[in-house]
Nanobody, 119 residues
């Protein structure tokens, strides 16, 4: 079993920054990829960013490109999401996810951390 522990959410004014952290514990082994998703109020969960450890391949949602950065340490199964120039539309519950190579939906998920951006 793999457990994902997130931290770093909070309340921030528009234009501010936050850094989210996520560490995978338990039988994490060598994960294939880790990522971040978010669920805004009243909306579906959506992809934010991901990093594939082999080759350090990184993907971002268009809505966060240039403002968010994902990075981490695969040896420690730890991933971060640096969020800059935050907007009220970024308000959501942010979830860390991890996979050994299958789909995200078949992988592991954290409990979520609330990020609220005030206007």
């Amino acid at each position: 079993q793999v457990h994902l522990i997130e931290s770093g959410g909070g309340l921030v004014p528009a234009g501010g920054s936050l850094r989210l952290s996520c560490v995978a514990t338990g039988r994490a082994g060598t994960l294939y990829a880790m990522g971040w998703f978010r669920q805004p109020p009243g909306k579906e969960r959506e992809f934010v960013a991901s990093i594939r450890w082999n080759g350090r391949v990184i993907y971002y949602a268009d809505s966060v490109k240039g403002r968010f950065a994902i990075f981490g340490d695969n040896a420690k199964n730890t991933v971060y999401l640096q969020m800059n120039s935050l907007k009220p539309d970024d308000t959501a519950v942010y979830y860390c996810a991890a996979t050994f190579g299958g789909s995200w939906s078949g992988g592991y998920w954290g409990q979520g951390t609330q990020v609220t951006v005030s206007s």
